[in-house]
């Protein structure tokens, strides 16, 4: 039995909320907390503490990544109409439409069970569409998922196993690709010892010794940097030793290639020297000196802030050997670009909140959603470790608002009309696609953002379009539409 407290839990979410400085309504936090806390009231996790615990752990999480007040509150209130007698409806009713959606998503995406890599598409298709709806949902599943994983050891060794592939599989690479390189990290390390075990041991042991002996080493090479750059008049907001001891997945995976074939020396980056500087100008000023300290080692200088990596990131990068022949990492980038490194499409919310409007939220979501479709095909790593069935075969169109339409390959506006209503096919007499006109028979491509033109006095649809449309859904209601004319 553990003695977390409850109510300190509380007390601790609400200092997290006043310090990162979280607007909104403490009394309808405090509300939504004591609806939880009754409605889960009796109910124990399967390490035996209250199961208010989760939930409030999981809000905790959001309010640290900053998240906003109504995203902290479904939180609070995620497995209230799953595991209680407390309905959708009555949180509708207490704390409004956009609390409520939210808890409705979370609850939709619980449903999803993870049967092995046959159903991963279907999961993460459902996965993208729910985010498509409102990207908070996933953050809060994230959280919700930290927190589960943290309890893991409770649980039998199957289940265990299950929860711990699924969030290799699915939860870390849209944590990628979303660019939230700090879940991401934390995802994989916590479900790490569950799948690879005998692995996990082995890194745990090599990593803390290796360690050891190269921070000390940073250590002096880090004063001497910070001494040379002040001499050059650059500003540094900080310089810090960067273990990869909190990204032990990832440095696994790393050592997993063929041409590092385990070899921990093969390693430049298990520690690094990172540099956060004002400006850009500063990142290449900084790049400069140190060049000028140490010989860059070649073909290791990476520039990701004139050539930002697909999900986002940026940085300068460069490997150098120092004058003891060590060989010694540096991260360079300002502020803005170390907070979209950390906390991706997450970060979005300090800098862009708008008072509650969502459609500022929506359309850099869109951006997002899109720059990760294109990745998904132009990366053929991804494709090659997963594959991505559903992907292979279906396209994701958007209509103007942001909703998602799930097509077939070569489907055309006439299709995608269709599914979005029968009278909006019926209607259409010509297509916008990505602002540009195209003719009806058009095909789309994923990520496209298509519009339907329509003409109201149109009542029937062209019959030719019977051969031209590529789903049955849309030749069914094609003929339907005709047939209806004939029997008049
Ligand atoms: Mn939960």
Known sequence: MSDINPQQEFEKLLTTIKDNQIAGDLELLRLAYDFAFDAHAGQVRASGEPYIIHPLATAQKLAEMKLDMPTIMAGLLHDVPEDTKVTLKEIEKNFGVEIAKLVEGITKLGKLKYRGMERYAENLRKMFVAMSEDIRVILIKFADRLHNLKTLDVLPPDKQFRIA???????????????????????????????????????????????????????????????KLAEENIVIDEISVQGRTKHLYSLYKKLLR??????????YDLIALRLIVPTVVDCYGALGVLHGMFRPMPGRIKDYIANPKPNGYQSL????????????????????????????????????ETGGKTTAKNIKWLEEL????????DNDQFLQTVKLDVFQNRI??????????DLPEGATPIDFAYHVHSSLGDKCVGARVNEQLVNLG????????????????RKTPNPDWVDTVKTSMAKSKIRAAINKIKLK
């Open 370 to 377: 899109v720059k990760w479709q294109k990745q998904i095909t």
């Open 396 to 405: 994701f169109v958007f209509t103007p608002k942001g909703d998602v339409i």
């Open 165 to 227: 592939k699924e969030t290799l599989e699915i939860y870390a690479p849209i944590a990628d690709r979303l660019a939230i390189g700090k879940i991401k990290g934390e995802l994989e390390d916590l479900a790490f010892q569950y799948v690879y075990p005998e692995d996990y041991k082995w890194i745990t042991t090599i990593i803390p010794r290796e360690y050891k002996i190269k921070e000390k080493y940073l250590q002096e090479v880090k004063d001497k940097v910070k001494k």
């Open 258 to 267: 063929p041409h590092i074939n385990r070899d921990l020396n093969k390693i």
């Open 317 to 352: 990068h460069t490997t150098v050997f120092t004058d003891d022949g060590e060989i010694v990492e540096f991260q360079i980038r300002t502020r803005e670009m170390h907070d979209q490194a950390e906390f991706g499409i997450a970060a979005h919310w300090n800098y862009k």
């Open 442 to 457: 058009h095909q789309l491509q994923s990520g496209d953002i298509v519009e339907i033109i329509t003409d109201k006095n």
